[in-house]
């Protein structure tokens, strides 16, 4: 089970920390060895690629979040952590973690698992 938390709603110019948290159940020692990730969602929009990060820790992130959000994983955690700043009414968004079956980042499939979603709300 993939737990996603830290949603709400900010200002803009605020900041956030989203984080995803990977239960041993069902998934015994797959963590470390996986890529890691975040999309999102806004209204009316397709699921988009936020920030991911795969099993040596290279990161790759969406143009429009370079600069502002930072992803990073805690192995022993078995955490991934999506922090936002500088946030945008465009970053308004339900916000969804993934596991990736494989230590590298690509296009999700049905091998991979993702947390059920925590919703961010950008507005004065």
């Known amino acids: 089970q993939l737990q996603a938390s830290g949603g709400g709603l900010v200002q803009p110019g605020g900041s956030l920390r989203l984080s995803c948290a990977v239960s041993?159940?069902?998934?015994?020692?797959?963590?470390?060895?996986?890529?890691l990730g975040w999309y999102r969602q806004a209204p009316g929009k397709q699921r988009e690629v936020v920030a991911l990060?795969?099993?040596?820790?290279?990161?790759n992130y969406a143009d429009s979040v370079k600069g502002r959000f930072t992803i990073s994983r805690d192995n022993a955690e078995r955490t991934v952590t999506l922090q936002m700043r500088g946030l945008k009414l465009e970053d308004t968004a339900v916000y969804y973690c993934?596991?990736?079956?494989?230590?590298?980042?690509?296009?999700?499939?049905?091998?991979?698992?993702w947390g059920q979603g925590t919703l961010v709300t950008v507005s004065s």
């Open positions: 990060i795969d099993n040596v820790d290279f990161t």
């Open positions: 993934i596991l990736y079956s494989t230590g590298y980042f690509r296009a999700p499939d049905e091998r991979d698992y």
């Open positions: 041993d159940a069902g998934f015994g020692t797959i963590f470390s060895n996986n890529a």
